[in-house]
């Protein structure tokens, strides 16, 4: 493996899609929001002041993860690796560096959403530093069940 964390390139929009859709259909369902989302990120995400990060191996995209401006804070959200690729740590390469790319930009944290089903996931948040906080009740994901914080 020759692994790479790149930036938003519009090309790879397609990946983008494709990888969070296979992981949303696996665990849960495409929801509204994350169907408008996902089909443009550029709009959604990259022109909102957010970013996305690609894992790339070569020439294949097999990961990505946004950081999302939520205008009070940015969130953790749509990371998604490539089934044949699960397993080999990428998840946490891709928060390492989101967590990397927030000290250099001086943010003060890094909030999350997930659900509580996803074992490996929350542990892995916890591993590196997120906590749960409280969930507020308006949340835009009816999957979320949990909200965890990485302040710096």
Same mark, same amino acid.
Request: positive net charge; proline residues 0%; hydrophobic residues 40%.
């Given at each position: 493996m020759n692994l790479e964390i790149i930036p938003f390139e519009l090309k790879?929009? #397609?990946? @983008? &899609?494709?990888?969070?859709?296979?992981?949303?259909? #696996?665990? @849960? &369902?495409?929801e509204p929001y994350d169907d408008k989302v996902l089909s443009n990120p550029k709009e959604y995400i990259i022109d909102s002041g957010g970013y996305i990060f690609f894992v790339k191996d070569e020439n294949k995209i097999i990961g990505t993860v946004a950081l999302i401006n939520q205008k009070t804070y940015f969130?953790?959200?749509?990371?998604?690796?490539q089934p044949d690729y699960q397993g080999l740590k990428i998840g946490q390469k891709l928060i390492a560096h989101c967590i990397?790319?927030?000290?250099?930009?001086?943010?003060?944290?890094?909030?999350?959403?997930?659900?509580?089903?996803?074992v490996p996931a929350i542990n892995l948040y916890k591993k590196v530093g997120f906590v749960g906080v409280p969930l507020e009740k308006e949340?835009?994901?009816?999957?979320?069940?949990?909200?965890?914080l990485f302040e710096f």
């Open positions: 790879y929009s #397609k990946d @983008f &899609y494709r990888l969070n859709v296979e992981w949303l259909e #696996k665990y @849960f &369902y495409v969130e953790l959200s749509k990371m998604a690796i990397n790319f927030a000290k250099e930009e001086n943010w003060n944290s890094i909030t999350l959403y997930s659900h509580r089903k996803l949340v835009h994901y009816e999957r979320a069940n949990i909200k965890m």
